[in-house]
């Protein structure tokens, strides 16, 4: 028997409730690969599955946690062994299939990548899904021509996981970072992380009709979308790209226009880390090995343990969680 944070929904009132309840691995879903779960974290689709579901869920009970590292115990599969360490992310773990928030997982072999040298389990989930995604953010932004010294590069709800892991990278890689947020006590914490520059959220939050605004940013790693990514595209700089990875601001972008893709030949990277190819994720792991500051990734880390998973879990649906927590399933 071993520990897991557990989703029950009581099926008269609709309501979930999670909390830490021992299970057995025969209670866990059939795949190839069990883990010895290490670390996990805390994204904003957790917060939704550990809370109401948000759609996320297909039944219950529901052990959540989309991202996990650890070492492997049993395997089927030749591609992995006993002590082997790997990193899940993705996939609908956590969703549809039994995640990470649990001392033990069983998933299929597909999902797993192995840990790159020189990372831990832990630095693994102090980046997680949301540094894996901000490094696939980078690297298509490069991809699209970005280069240190074509001007600033903004990231919005920069304080965030997503946010603090770009800021770090592409701060690091020598760009100039602009970091939006609309918490003016994070400025410190996103100065550190390599940002050279901080733009209150009010400033881009305003719906505008305009067809173009100045020619500002030579790329963006947005997080935010709605209102907010109706300006930033207005005000991109010719040929540059904005690289989109969230929604916290709406799924709708507000006030959007044609004419920053026609008249200045701006472009819209939407980035999704769920069903990334297993050679791009790869990249993607090398990359943050030698590209993401430990010093910097370590600042941004907020320990956790099963049992704080459920006030967590509300609090960053609320965005109230500041950089990446890592979950200590066996503390």
Same mark, same amino acid.
């Given at each position: 028997?071993?520990?897991?944070?557990?989703?029950?929904?009581?099926?008269?009132?609709?309501?979930?409730?999670?909390?830490?309840?021992?299970?057995?691995?025969?209670?866990?879903?059939?795949?190839?690969?069990?883990?010895?779960?290490?670390?996990?974290?805390?994204?904003?689709?957790?917060?939704?599955?550990?809370?109401?579901?948000?759609?996320?869920?297909?039944?219950?009970?529901?052990?959540?946690?989309?991202?996990?590292?650890?070492?492997?115990?049993?395997?089927?599969?030749?591609?992995?062994?006993?002590?082997?360490? @790997?990193? /899940?992310?993705?996939?609908?773990?956590?969703?549809?299939?039994?995640?990470?928030?649990? $001392?033990?997982?069983?998933?299929?072999?597909?999902?797993?990548?192995?840990?790159?040298?020189?990372?831990?389990?832990? $630095?693994?989930?102090?980046?997680?899904?949301?540094?894996?995604?901000?490094?696939?953010?980078?690297?298509?932004?490069?991809?699209?021509?970005?280069?240190?010294?074509?001007?600033?590069?903004?990231?919005?709800?920069?304080?965030?996981?997503?946010?603090?892991?770009?800021?770090?990278?592409?701060?690091? /890689?020598?760009?100039?970072?602009?970091?939006?947020?609309?918490?003016?006590?994070?400025?410190?914490?996103?100065?550190?992380?390599?940002?050279?520059?901080?733009?209150?959220?009010?400033? /881009?939050?305003?719906?505008?009709?305009?067809?173009?605004?100045?020619?500002?940013?030579?790329?963006?790693?947005?997080?935010?979308?709605?209102?907010?990514?109706?300006?930033?595209?207005? $005000?991109?700089?010719?040929?540059?790209?904005?690289?989109? @990875?969230?929604?916290?601001?709406?799924?709708?972008?507000?006030?959007?226009?044609?004419?920053?893709?026609?008249?200045?030949?701006?472009?819209?990277?939407?980035?999704?880390?769920?069903?990334?190819?297993?050679?791009?994720?790869?990249?993607?792991?090398?990359?943050?090995?030698?590209?993401?500051?430990?010093?910097?990734?370590?600042?941004?880390?907020?320990?956790?343990?099963?049992?704080?998973?459920?006030?967590?879990?509300?609090?960053? /649906?609320?965005?109230?969680?500041?950089?990446?927590? @890592?979950?200590?399933?066996?503390?």
């Amino acid at each position: 028997m071993f520990n897991a944070l557990v989703v029950r929904k009581d099926e008269e009132s609709g309501k979930t409730s999670a909390a830490v309840e021992q299970i057995g691995v025969d209670d866990l879903p059939e795949a190839e690969v069990l883990v010895a779960v290490e670390y996990s974290t805390v994204n904003y689709k957790d917060g939704l599955c550990i809370g109401p579901g948000g759609g996320l869920v297909r039944k219950y009970p529901h052990v959540p946690g989309i991202d996990f590292a650890g070492t492997v115990e049993e395997s089927s599969d030749p591609r992995y062994k006993p002590g082997d360490k @790997v990193i /899940l992310t993705g996939w609908r773990v956590g969703e549809a299939h039994w995640g990470g928030y649990a $001392q033990k997982a069983r998933v299929k072999a597909d999902w797993l990548v192995p840990l790159p040298e020189g990372l831990s389990t832990r $630095q693994a989930m102090a980046v997680g899904t949301a540094g894996f995604t901000s490094m696939l953010s980078v690297m298509a932004l490069e991809k699209h021509g970005l280069e240190p010294g074509h001007g600033p590069v903004l990231v919005t709800g920069a304080a965030g996981g997503v946010g603090s892991v770009a800021t770090a990278i592409l701060g690091n /890689l020598g760009y100039e970072v602009a970091a939006v947020t609309g918490r003016p006590e994070t400025e410190d914490y996103l100065r550190g992380l390599g940002a050279s520059r901080i733009v209150p959220r009010e400033e /881009l939050s305003e719906v505008t009709r305009k067809p173009l605004e100045s020619e500002t940013w030579a790329g963006c790693v947005d997080a935010v979308a709605g209102a907010m990514l109706g300006r930033v595209l207005k $005000q991109m700089k010719y040929g540059c790209s904005v690289a989109a @990875v969230g929604l916290a601001g709406g799924a709708a972008i507000e006030g959007a226009l044609i004419t920053p893709f026609i008249l200045r030949g701006v472009n819209l990277l939407g980035i999704d880390s769920v069903m990334q190819p297993y050679e791009n994720r790869l990249r993607a792991w090398e990359r943050i090995a030698r590209d993401l500051p430990m010093d910097k990734l370590e600042a941004m880390v907020q320990p956790a343990t099963l049992a704080d998973l459920p006030q967590l879990g509300a609090d960053i /649906l609320k965005g109230r969680v500041k950089g990446r927590v @890592v979950v200590d399933v066996n503390a």
